[in-house]
C-alpha cells in the first residue's frame, strides 16, 4: 500500500511540475518578440548577445495596462558604441528642416512662446531622459493623436539615448495653423503639424498614418508598401487599363468635387457614391494594394493634404497632380515631369484627358515617370527614413528651445505598454505590427546642409 502511494505521489508531483511550467508566463513558447502576454512584471529588455537588443511588449493586468514600467527608460539599455557609423546620406527633402525652424533661428524657442501656442494645439509632448510625456487638452479626429505618440515612442525605441530633451505643440488637425501675416511682427509659438503651406509657419512631422490608420483598415506604411510592391508588379505598365484613376470622399474639397464630374471615359470608377458605403463596412473594398491597375492614378487634395499621396506615387502609374495647395515632410522635392505629371487646378478635366491623351501615345515616357515618382517614395520614403527625418528634426528643434523642458502636472508618462496593450482590434494590431523590435546598429543618416549654405 505504502509503495502504492508512493507511486502515486511521484506521478502526481510530475504532473504537477508539468503543470507548473506549462503556465509559467515567462516562458515563451512561441519565442514571438511582438507577443503579448499577461505579466506583472516591467517592461523587458532581452539581450540576446552583446549586440543585439530585443524589445518585447509586455501587458500586464491583462488589457487595463495604463502605467508604464517602472525601468522605462531605454536610454541605458544600449550603448552608442554598439552602432555602425552610417554611411548613407538622408534624401534632399531632409533639408528643408531647416526651413521649417528658420522663423526661431535668431530668436530661439522660448517659455513664453510655447505657451502661447496652448490653444491652437491638441498636444504637449515632453521628452525627458529617453522618457515620453503627453498632456493632451484639445480633441483630435479618430486616433490620430495616439498613433501619431506611439510613432514618437517607437522613435525612442529605435535610437535610445539620442532623442534630446524637448517641449513641443502638436496640431492633430488638417489644416495649418500659423499663418505668416499674423506673425509678421512677432515670432510665432512653434507647432508641430502634419502638412505646411506657403503662407504657413507649421513645422512639418510625419502623420499618423505611418503607423496605420485603423479607422480605415490601413496598414502601417512599411506594411503597406511591400504590399502595393508585390501587387504592381503582377500588372506590367503595358496591360494596366489606360485611363485615369481615383478613389476617395468627393465632398471634402472643391477639386474633388470638380473631379468626381469628369467624364473621362464610362469606364472611370470616381467611387465617391461608395464612400459612405465603405465607411459603414469597415473599408473592406478599399485596398491600397488592389487599385494599382491603370495606367495613371490621380492625387487630389482633400480638405488640405492628403495621406493617400505616398499610397498613389508607390502604384507604378504614372501620377496626375492636380495642383496642391499644401505639402507634407517630403513632397516639397517632387519634381513636375519627372516624378508627376502636373494638373492645373482651373482646368482639371481637360488637363487629365491630355495627360491621359499624351501618356498613351508615348508609353515609355509615360511608364518612366510613374518609375520615378514609385522609386522617390521606395527609396527616399522607407520607415527608416521617416524615422531618421524625425530624429534630425527635433534634434535641430532641440538645439533652439531657451529654457529646461519639464514634466507638467497633467502629463501622463507614455510608452508602447500603456498605449497598445488597452487598445483591440485593428488599433493594437496595427500598433504590434508597426512596433520596433531593437534599437537601430547603424547612425542615423548624414544630413544636408540648410539651402542657404550652399
Not at 511540475?17 to 515567462?26: A, K, T
Not at 463596412?281 to 492628403?306: A, M, P
Not at 522609386?375 to 534634434?395: G, P, Q
Request: aromatic share 14%; hydrophobic share 35%.
Amino acid at each position: 500500500m505504502v509503495k502504492r502511494w508512493a507511486v502515486f505521489s511521484t506521478i502526481f508531483f510530475f504532473i504537477y511540475f508539468l503543470f507548473l511550467i506549462y503556465r509559467n508566463p515567462y516562458i515563451n513558447h512561441h519565442h514571438d518578440p511582438f507577443k503579448i502576454r499577461s505579466t506583472s512584471h516591467s517592461n523587458t529588455i532581452r539581450f540576446i548577445n552583446r549586440h543585439q537588443t530585443k524589445f518585447k511588449l509586455n501587458c500586464f493586468n491583462g488589457n487595463q495596462t495604463k502605467t508604464c514600467p517602472k525601468d522605462n527608460s531605454l536610454v541605458h539599455a544600449f550603448h552608442h558604441d554598439q552602432q555602425h557609423s552610417s554611411s548613407l546620406t538622408c534624401p534632399e527633402y531632409f533639408r528643408w528642416i531647416h526651413e521649417d525652424l528658420k522663423p526661431w533661428k535668431n530668436t530661439g524657442i522660448t517659455r513664453e512662446m510655447m505657451e502661447r501656442g496652448l490653444n491652437i494645439s491638441q498636444l504637449r509632448i515632453v521628452i525627458k531622459k529617453g522618457k515620453a510625456y503627453v498632456e493632451a487638452y484639445g480633441d483630435s479626429y479618430q486616433t490620430r493623436d495616439l498613433y501619431s505618440v506611439w510613432g514618437i515612442v517607437q522613435l525612442l525605441r529605435l535610437y535610445p539615448g539620442r532623442v534630446p530633451d524637448l517641449e513641443l505643440l502638436f496640431e492633430t488637425g488638417d489644416h495649418t495653423v500659423l499663418d505668416k501675416q499674423q506673425f509678421r511682427s512677432v515670432t510665432p509659438p512653434p507647432i508641430f503639424s502634419y502638412c505646411g503651406q506657403k503662407d504657413s509657419l507649421d513645422i512639418v512631422f510625419p502623420d499618423w498614418s505611418y503607423w496605420g490608420w485603423a479607422e480605415t483598415a490601413i496598414k502601417p506604411w512599411e506594411k503597406v508598401l511591400k504590399d502595393i510592391k508585390e501587387s504592381s508588379k503582377k500588372i506590367q505598365w503595358k496591360d494596366r487599363i489606360p485611363y485615369a484613376f481615383w478613389k476617395g470622399n468627393s465632398y471634402l474639397s472643391y477639386a474633388r468635387r470638380t473631379l468626381s464630374t469628369c467624364n473621362v471615359t464610362d469606364e472611370q470608377d470616381w467611387n465617391a457614391r461608395h464612400w459612405n458605403n465603405e465607411t459603414r463596412q469597415g473599408f473592406k473594398n478599399t485596398k491600397l494594394e488592389d487599385q494599382c491597375t491603370h495606367r495613371y492614378k490621380i492625387y487630389v487634395e482633400g480638405i488640405s493634404w492628403s495621406v493617400s499621396e505616398k499610397y498613389i506615387l508607390a502604384c507604378d502609374s504614372m501620377t496626375l497632380f492636380i495642383k496642391p495647395r499644401y505639402y507634407d515632410f517630403f513632397s516639397r522635392s517632387l519634381v513636375p515631369y519627372k516624378h508627376f505629371w502636373p494638373i492645373s487646378d482651373q482646368s482639371i478635366c481637360q488637363d487629365i484627358k491630355y495627360a491621359v491623351d499624351w501618356g498613351n501615345t508615348h508609353p515609355q515616357k509615360a511608364k518612366a515617370i510613374g518609375r520615378e515618382g514609385t522609386r522617390f517614395v521606395e527609396e527616399n520614403v522607407k520607415m527608416t527614413f521617416v524615422y531618421d527625418y524625425m530624429l534630425h528634426l527635433l534634434t535641430e528643434y532641440a538645439k533652439l528651445l531657451r529654457f529646461e523642458p519639464i514634466i507638467h502636472p497633467n502629463a501622463v508618462e507614455v510608452c508602447s505598454e500603456n498605449l497598445a496593450c488597452p487598445t483591440g482590434g485593428l488599433w493594437r494590431k496595427f500598433m504590434v505590427d508597426s512596433m520596433v523590435k531593437s534599437p537601430s546598429h547603424t547612425t542615423p543618416c548624414r544630413m544636408f546642409s540648410s539651402y542657404d549654405e550652399q
